[in-house]
């Protein structure tokens, strides 16, 4: 009697998601969207980061952590290529801009007064 396949022998007619290598799966990524696994994440944790940044809540390095990054000397060199400039002198920059937005709704018109009846 043949001994039973291993589960990752199973049903190999049938292709998985998973079912490729690393290498196969980068080259379809690049393909599909015109750069690296990598190069894509690292795009989306730096347009992350600049909205972070504009909010001037969080320190540089808080914003570092907050989008993924581990490394603020890694971080802060990829944003410089990505953004054109380092975090801290986006965040100057944008400051400045933010500073004439509206962060609440202004009211157009006045709020209704309830008008005492004088006894």
Not at 82 to 111: F, K, S
Request: glycine residues 6%.
């Amino acid at each position: 009697m043949k001994p039973p396949e291993p589960p990752h022998r199973q049903n190999r007619c049938r292709p998985k998601p998973w079912d490729m290598s690393a290498g196969h799966l980068s080259r379809q990524f690049r393909l599909a969207h015109g750069k690296s696994p990598y190069a894509y994440l690292m795009r989306r944790r730096i347009e992350r980061a600049t909205a972070l940044l504009c909010r001037g809540e969080l320190s540089v390095t808080e914003v570092c952590l907050a989008v993924g990054c581990s490394s603020p000397g890694t971080f802060s060199t990829r944003f410089t290529e990505l953004a054109g400039m380092p975090p801290t002198t986006y965040r100057r920059h944008t400051a400045g801009a933010a500073a004439g937005r509206v962060a609440r709704p202004v009211r157009n018109r006045e709020a209704p007064t309830a008008e005492r009846q004088l006894a």
